[in-house]
Nanobody
Framework: QVQLRESGPGLVEPSQTLTLTCTVS??????????YSWIRQPPGTYMEWIGY???????YYAPDLSGRTAISRDTSKNQVILHLSSVTPKDTAVYYC?????????????????WGQGTQVTVSS
């Protein structure tokens, strides 16, 4: 059974860098060709796809977030890590990690095989 679990600070101050971790269990993030995406849902609006890292370590980001986003991985811990710099209150959202079998760049739930439960992040001073 594959499971994804997000973790990180619930509160981040403006201008800081948000770092979130997705711990994957039930499979190795380096096996097969899977794509591990970060997706977020700000309050009262649609989900937004942020970017992914694939099993080979290649990354791809949403164009409007690419200047502030970096996705990396810790293969020893089987974790995918999101770094989002220079955050503002507009980055307040529930952040999800999800795994797909093809390079999805959308937030459509059906395109993903597994989702984490999400973690709330609030950007505020």
């Amino acid at each position: 059974q594959v499971q994804l679990r997000e973790s990180g600070p619930g509160l981040v101050e403006p201008s800081q860098t948000l770092t979130l971790t997705c711990t994957v269990s039930g499979e190795s993030i380096t096996d097969s060709l899977y794509y591990y995406s970060w997706i977020r849902q700000p309050p009262g609006t649609y989900m937004e796809w942020i970017g992914y890292i694939d099993s080979r370590g290649n990354t791809y980001y949403a164009p409007d977030l690419s200047g502030r986003t970096a996705i990396s991985r810790d293969t020893s811990k089987n974790q995918v890590i999101l770094h989002l710099s220079s955050v503002t209150p507009k980055d307040t959202a529930v952040y999800y990690c999800a795994r797909s079998s093809f390079p999805s760049t959308t937030w459509v739930r059906e395109e993903y095989d597994y989702w984490g439960q999400g973690t709330q992040v609030t950007v505020s001073s």
